[in-house]
């Protein structure tokens, strides 16, 4: 079987579906793999770097989708790619399932066997092939570093001869793994942290990481069946809101979080709340691209609500391109080896295996999974 790898198209994506370290260890299992030319710029990678490791450079795509077996990509692709993409194709790739709907039929028109990435089962065995969650938390981590920059003061405490310094107050809303991952950073920077999440399951490890776990009576909350916060009621929502407000008012840096997968994100923060913070205040929409936690905030663009910063930039993970690329390309290989033939280099998606049950959404031209949520 022949794995290609496709260059992002989608503006401003910097990661590559496979970095020279994966096209290594698929070569070393026997498989054929091609990546299209300078697949590898934006994180740190030279056609070269590929070719030394085994791979075959091709200069188009469509010269790389007429020999694929395997297609392997970050973002969707696009319809003219999936037009030229033969039957029988697997694609890997965030395909954002519930939002592409139609795309996704195109795909199971043209018979190609579709893996959407996203819908992975959150299961300890599928834990290594997670690629929601490595991305989750380089993007975590992107958002402290850019709220960082665009905050006019220092993070940490510091003891001079002209006075005290107080840290930086940071709030993170959501506690998932890009929220744990925030609030890590946040406190390894040196500011005082403070998260909340609907889920009173997640405390403890908020408060392993040095920061305090802020409680709202909002009733009884639950989380789905794969770790993800289910979606609270009207009457939940406006409670939490009212207690957000009051710790956003004190906060120098608050980071939102909050999705619903496969939904619109919650609006959980108004336009009178950041009226309500302190001139010089900076907020990060990390679900600008699902819809956007604040009111007010647009996508790659930074909005100032009276002298607060109200930052929307979409896919921060893709700002750290070198190390997301790696750990995508590394879970994708994991999810390879999980299907892999004992004897030859093939790969068999086999329909009983929960994993593929869980993620291949089309197959032999028809949807397998639904996608109305």
């Not at 395997?70 to 969707?76: A, E, G, L, Q």
């Not at 992975?120 to 960082?148: E, F, H, K």
């Not at 295996?353 to 639904?370: F, M, P, Y």
Request: proline share 4%; hydrophobic share 45%.
């Amino acid at each position: 079987m022949q794995i290609v790898a496709i260059r992002e198209t989608w503006p401003g994506e910097q990661r590559a579906g496979l970095v020279p370290k994966s096209v290594s260890t698929l070569s070393n299992y026997g498989f054929k793999v091609h990546v299209e030319s300078s697949i590898g710029l934006g994180c740190g990678y030279s056609d070269r770097e590929y070719q030394e490791v085994g791979a075959e450079i091709l200069p188009t795509t469509n010269e790389l989708l007429a020999v694929a077996d395997i297609v392997i990509s970050v973002r969707r692709p696009s319809v003219e790619t999936i037009r030229n993409t033969k039957a029988g194709t697997i694609l890997i790739s965030f395909l954002d399932p519930f939002r592409e709907p139609d795309l996704i039929q195109l795909m199971a028109d043209q018979g190609i066997t579709a893996v959407s990435l996203e819908m992975l089962p959150r299961t300890t065995r599928a834990q290594r092939m997670d690629a929601l969650s490595s991305q989750a938390n380089v993007a975590g981590y992107a958002a402290v570093v850019v709220g960082a920059y665009h905050l006019p003061r220092l993070f940490p405490m510091m003891i001079t001869a002209a006075g005290t310094i107080t840290p930086a107050r940071v709030f993170v809303i959501g506690a998932g793994v890009a929220g744990l991952q925030a609030i890590a950073t946040a406190r390894r920077l040196g500011a005082r942290v403070e998260a909340f999440d609907t889920r009173p399951v997640v405390a403890e490890e908020v408060r392993s990481l040095g920061a305090k776990f802020v409680e709202f009576d909002v009733g009884a909350s639950e989380q789905t069946k794969d770790g993800y916060a289910a979606e609270l009621t009207h009457e939940q929502l406006e409670q939490q809101k009212r207690g957000m407000a009051k710790v956003m008012a004190y906060s120098d840096l608050v980071i939102t979080t909050a999705q619903v997968f496969g939904r619109p994100a919650p609006r959980i923060i108004s336009h009178e709340v950041l009226l309500a913070m302190k001139p010089g205040s900076v907020v990060i929409d990390m679900a600008v691209e699902s819809g956007g936690n604040v009111e007010g905030s647009q996508t790659e663009q930074i909005v100032d609500i009276h002298g607060v910063k109200l930052i929307g930039f979409a896919n921060l993970a893709s700002s750290f391109a070198a190390q997301a690329s790696t750990l995508y390309a590394s879970n994708v290989v994991h999810f390879l080896e999980e299907f892999m033939h004992s004897e030859k280099p093939m790969i068999e998606l086999d329909p009983n295996n929960e994993i593929a049950q869980g993620c291949v959404i089309t197959r032999d031209g028809t949807l397998v999974k639904s996608l109305t949520r």
